[in-house]
């Protein structure tokens, strides 16, 4: 076969290809804008229920978000997706509880909001961040020169291990955190009432992304995460050490899955042992939706998704009249992932490394 025939082939895979996301694209625009104008026409929400979905969408992606991070950096690192970081997760999120019920019982809950809400975090952050840290050293560290694909379907164990761990630990039932005073209500903001909840979820999670940033862009050890994700042989012989660079990743990316676990609470204020699934393959969906590896694109995948969750539904299927439209939330999540990535494969920021390498 001439190299003229392999490249007269190429061209129509191509053509075939940019065909292909034109016709799916203009579909997708046409079902989409149809069905908003139908659902605003309609009526069905006023402004204030449209606001709230907005906010609310806001809120549960910024948890996503900094679950997405944990993904992210890993990937960024040693390219390969931890699926047991939604357990990671969970975990936080499970002895959160404990300590919260403990404070609640002593009496301190509700008498000390803001010092409660702080224990559990610390609490929160340091469970998921031990697990992530020993996830590492046993099951992943051992697989650091094996093909890709053995670390993967390790961390797919591992997950399943976690789950059942904690269920065999503290029960399959459901555990509720003890309702807080303080945070009940709503606050004015810029003339807009948000939940009280939903404020601190929001403002916890830009604070914390954006110290994220700084660390990993400012401190020495930051550089040290960009030199052994650029190029982990050249980072060696440049005096850095990886295994304990790698450990720091994983430890932050812990700290940032325990954040969410005390955050998530603030807005579904139960656990039980499978809590991180749902929320953990959400995230990495909001970091490949982002661009994987890159954390401003885990940052907006995570709002992105949130929003998409939360108005999607009512603002598309409401005007189709699709009957129980809201238990749909994750068709219309996962298939704007879909379109997104038929458009840009690398997601919305695009692979930090592929950005990087040009």
Do not use: C
């Not at 910024?62 to 939604?86: D, E, W």
């Not at 909840?197 to 604070?207: D, K, L, M, N």
């Not at 790698?246 to 499978?274: D, E, H, R, S």
């Amino acid at each position: 076969m001439t190299t003229a025939t392999v490249g007269k082939k190429r061209a129509s895979r191509l053509n075939f290809t940019n065909l292909f996301r034109w016709v799916v694209g203009s579909v997708a625009v046409v079902v989409i804008f149809y069905g908003s104008i139908k659902s605003v026409a309609s009526g069905r929400l006023s402004w204030a229920q449209w606001r709230d979905l907005m906010v609310f969408g806001v809120a549960q992606g910024s948890v996503y978000a900094l679950i997405a991070m944990g993904y992210t950096m890993v990937y960024g690192v040693l390219r390969f997706i931890n699926f047991a970081h939604g357990e990671v997760f969970m975990s936080g999120a499970m002895i959160g509880y404990f300590v919260a019920d403990a404070l609640n019982r002593a009496g301190i809950w509700n008498e000390q909001p803001v010092v409660s809400l702080l224990i559990v975090l610390l609490v929160s952050m340091t469970t998921a961040t031990s697990i992530a840290v020993i996830l590492e050293r046993v099951a992943y560290r051992p697989l650091r020169g094996a093909p890709r694909l053995i670390p993967l379907i390790t961390s797919i164990g591992a997950s399943f291990t976690l789950q059942y761990l904690f269920r065999g630990l503290f029960g399959a039932g459901t555990k509720a955190y003890p309702p807080m005073a303080a945070i009940q209500g709503k606050w004015i903001i810029f003339g807009i009432p948000i939940l009280k909840s939903q404020v601190i979820v929001i403002g916890s999670a830009i604070v914390v992304m954006a110290g994220l940033y700084l660390f990993v862009e400012k401190t020495k050890t930051g550089r040290s995460m960009r030199a052994v994700a650029e190029d982990p042989e050249t980072a060696a012989l440049m005096g850095i050490n990886v295994d304990g660079t790698i450990v720091k990743v994983f430890a932050v990316g812990g700290a940032m899955a325990g954040v969410a676990g005390a955050l998530w609470t603030l807005v579904f204020p139960t656990v039980n042992f499978f809590s991180g699934f749902l929320p953990g393959i959400k995230a990495f969906t909001a970091a490949v939706l982002g661009g994987i590896g890159n954390i401003f694109g885990a940052m907006l995948g995570g709002v992105s998704l949130g929003m998409f969750e939360s108005v999607g539904p009512s603002l598309v299927l409401g005007g189709y009249e699709v009957p129980a439209f809201n238990q749909l939330k994750d068709v219309v999540a996962f298939s704007a992932l879909v379109l997104v990535l038929i458009f840009r494969p690398t997601g919305i920021l695009g692979e930090r490394l592929a950005q990087e390498r040009g």
